[in-house]
């Protein structure tokens, strides 16, 4: 059975990925970060995701001795109240990791070197995607090229980048993992790490258009 | 004072590379990195040489949970007694980390967005380097396109990666490190990390010939 690396947030985007592979016929093992994001509820979502979705997982830790961004910097404020268009239109926000999916994904190929896997999946996608360069298509495909040219399975063909969200609005993704099974209830988008999601920074606001426009109901996570 | 990051890893190119960036009229900051190699010979070195060349430098600390190389995992062997021909047609060794300079690079452009530097520079060369698939000019130039395309200063065209001796052979940088008056004596290149260089691993060979071509005694580090 073909191995597939995928990239689990606790995210719906990164959940939808990983069903989506799973669907595919991958024999699923999911890696996911602690890099000192502002809570450990994302991560508690992403171990119920794996579980569920009967995927392998393994947490790395990242302690990079710099800051840079409002999602690991205690004292920055993260946006709020914005509406999606004043998203989409606000340019790269304080919310921006320097170089995070670039760091993720290269520590996912070098996992699925190690277990000899086909294929690295990530669910970034453009559309509501807050700006962030690293969730475009041109640099995935560059990325797939550092793949393809710099890893020993890339060089023979045997390992490649997939991206299936990456031209996916919120509301396909949704709907997409509906059709999948993807339990929503498990996944995490708000940038706070309060009892229960905030309902007014970037993620939230992204997150409650798909599910209006997908005519679906957020099964969010419950308050605790 | 336009600021560069510099992979720094105790061995002889890194060296060479940062006293060139330094001639190149950068503020240098150097990232080292403990991932978990057999010694930490190279470390002590790298901190040595980032002081000589007076570069601030930061340590990363990265604990994969999984191995893959003969030089993170202490069962496998290493290589020894192949001479430089041997190396040459070899193919890829088993001291291939995988994934490891798209691991550090990833890492470095964070630093680097961090502190708003101008360029990223790494010392790797294709001749002479052990047929490793992350040393070759093919694979910089596309993690050059991820920088561009996948970091906020490099879509504004205000970060770029350096790799000033992809094409160079080891005489040739041993040469231009002495015309920098990089200290030899503070490099370790030996895959193993006893008292002192074993002189048949390839790293060690590779070295020594290229003092040779250089016409330089090599001042190594002394035994201890």
């Given at each position: 059975m073909k191995k597939a690396v995928v990239l689990l947030s606790g995210g719906l985007d990164s959940a939808v990925t990983l069903y989506y592979a799973r669907d595919k016929g991958y024999d699923c093992h999911a890696v996911m970060f602690d890099?000192?994001?502002?809570?450990g509820r994302e991560l508690l979502c992403a171990e119920k995701i794996a579980k569920a979705c009967g995927a392998s997982i393994k947490l790395v830790r990242l302690e990079l001795p710099w800051k840079g961004s409002s999602l690991v910097d205690d004292k920055a404020p993260i946006p709020s109240g914005r509406s999606s268009r004043e998203i989409k239109e606000g340019g790269i926000p304080s919310t921006y990791v320097p170089a995070r999916n670039t760091i993720f994904l290269s520590i996912a190929a070098s996992y699925a070197e190690s277990i000899r896997a086909s294929a690295i999946f990530i669910g970034a996608h453009t559309e509501d995607s807050s700006g962030y360069p690293d969730c475009r298509a041109e640099y995935l495909e560059s990325f797939g090229k550092v793949v393809a040219t710099g890893t020993k399975l890339g060089l023979e063909n045997k390992l490649k980048l997939e991206f299936p969200l990456i031209r996916k609005k919120k509301a396909e993704i949704i709907e997409l993992g509906r059709g999948l099974g993807v339990p929503f209830e498990n996944t995490w988008s708000c940038y706070k790490g309060a009892d229960g999601p905030c309902g007014t920074c970037d993620s939230c606001v992204l997150r409650a258009k798909g599910f209006k426009e997908a005519g679906m109901e957020d099964p969010a996570v419950e308050r605790t």
């Open positions: 890099y000192g994001q502002r809570h």
